[in-house]
């Protein structure tokens, strides 16, 4: 079978060049690319059946992942999403949204900050401007496309934590968003890509049954549901073209991962 690529995006919005962001014209030609070559684009309960076996990919595959929620993939991506059809998953920071939502504000601002603004803002307890709030996420749910899980409580470094703040990261952060959604909550996303021994064993034990980290690869059958592999985009429609098809190529991808990791 096939491997599927699971790609990860933070801030789609218009400053180009920006840390971490992907600008919405190139988002958009993205996704349209993906919805005209074919690729179905999994949910995550999907993407684990297929590791574990028990889902068949016949066709060209995808994961759309988005880390920490910010206000602009409502404003940018959800458009694009709804456009073409395509599933997503956003790891949220639960802290931020219950902030975001006391003000309970649902008009696009008119300028969207910079990376840098953004995390200043954060510091400010400003998060309305910058996250998303549970009116956002409800409408974005609501539409089919677009799942909720855990970018934990208020997306702390887990490499490093004891296991009491552990617990209130990984665990807190699930069960308000199972609160809140109404359904469970089986997904984790760690911050930065950091974690240890003891934060993995507290997220398992806390009921997570799959974890993405930063970590550069694909997933194929048999990879390892606690540490599932993304890609990161880059701003470009032609880059995105090309490694895609050399990501779901089974020989490509394997050729040219290793060739990356010896550079």
């Not at 599927?4 to 801030?11: G, S």
């Not at 009491?164 to 930065?192: A, F, N, Q, T, V």
């Not at 985009?233 to 050729?255: C, E, G, H, Q, T």
Request: positive net charge; hydrophobic residues 40%; proline residues 5%.
């Amino acid at each position: 079978m096939r491997p599927v690529p699971v790609l990860m995006y933070h801030h789609i919005n218009p400053h180009k060049g920006d840390m971490v962001t992907v600008t919405p014209e190139v988002f958009e030609g993205q996704m349209a690319y993906l919805h005209n070559a074919g690729y179905r684009t999994l949910r995550i309960d999907e993407l684990v059946s297929y590791i574990k076996g028990e889902l068949s990919l016949n066709q060209k595959a995808a994961v759309i992942t988005f880390d920490d929620g910010w206000l602009d993939n409502y404003i940018y991506a959800f458009p694009a999403l709804k456009k073409y059809s395509i599933n997503a998953a956003i790891f949220i920071i639960t802290d931020r949204i219950e902030r975001a939502s006391l003000h309970n504000e649902r008009n696009n601002p008119s300028s969207v900050p910079t990376h840098k603004e953004s995390k200043l803002l954060i510091e400010k307890k400003e998060d309305y401007r910058v996250a998303l709030n549970w009116g956002h996420i409800k409408e974005m749910s609501d539409s089919g496309l677009v799942e909720f899980y855990s970018h934990t409580k208020s997306h702390m470094k887990c490499n490093d934590l004891p296991e009491d703040e552990l617990l209130e990261e990984i665990g807190k952060s699930k069960k308000i968003i199972e609160e809140k959604m109404g359904r469970p909550c089986p997904y984790l996303c760690w911050p930065y890509g950091k974690y240890n021994d003891t934060a993995l064993r507290i997220a398992v034990n806390t009921g997570y049954e799959a974890i993405f980290i930063t970590g550069h690869g694909v997933v194929e059958k048999g990879s390892d549901p606690l540490a599932i592999k993304r890609i990161v985009v880059k701003d470009s429609v032609a880059w995105f073209k090309n490694k895609m098809v050399i990501y779901i190529n089974p020989v490509l991808s394997r050729l040219y991962l290793m060739f990356r990791k010896k550079f």
